[in-house]
């Protein structure tokens, strides 16, 4: 009988003791989860902090931008000025077919800078919409519909390059075949020549 009750005490005190283990872990882990959320939040607000700052810091060149040329013509428009309201003349492309032949792509790219500063002078435009002030290249500013704003991708400049090439090989035949590497090194150099 005593070993009975003793049995059915040393039970009960077993899981009396794991009940209040359970409860107390539980509420632990609920205090830990809601530590974890309020930490998330102060990080996440610390790190919308930094990019904020961050932005305003490293981006002075496009608050100058926006601030001193934000009536520059937008590229899209340029882009749509250059196709439709110019006129690639016939010594301009035997000048690109040239330079590519004698030069290669770095005269190229050369040429198309001062074609692009012509067409500008013609066009009554009195900043090109685009402007790099990264010494690695990596990226550009352009002015667009909302403002100058960064790019990444060369997407505008390959166009004005496809529209040249394809204008010169339109009317006179001759075909600049410009792979990938080639097209990166003129979309540098017009990047440079706006830095």
Known sequence: KNSNLHRHYYKCKVKKEYDDETKRVKAENERL???????KSQQSNTTNNIQI????????????????????????NFINKLKND??????????????YNN???D????TLVKYLNQICKQLDINIFPLCCSDSNLRSHKEKNDVG???VIDTTKIEEIIHNTVNDIFMETGCMIAL???????ICNI???SYG
Do not use: P
Not at 179 to 185: L, T
């Open 107 to 110: 005269s190229f790219g050369t």
């Open 179 to 185: 792979d990938a590497k080639e097209r990166k090194k």
């Open 103 to 105: 030069g290669g792509v």
């Open 148 to 150: 100058w704003e960064t």
């Open 53 to 76: 700052n961050t932005y305003i810091k490293n981006d002075k060149v496009l608050n100058y931008l926006n601030s001193n040329y934000g009536d520059v013509i937008e590229m899209d």
């Open 190 to 192: 017009v990047k440079k």
């Open 33 to 39: 989860k809601a530590e974890v959320e309020k930490l």
């Open 86 to 99: 110019t006129f690639l003349s016939r010594e301009m492309m035997d000048c690109f077919v040239t330079c």
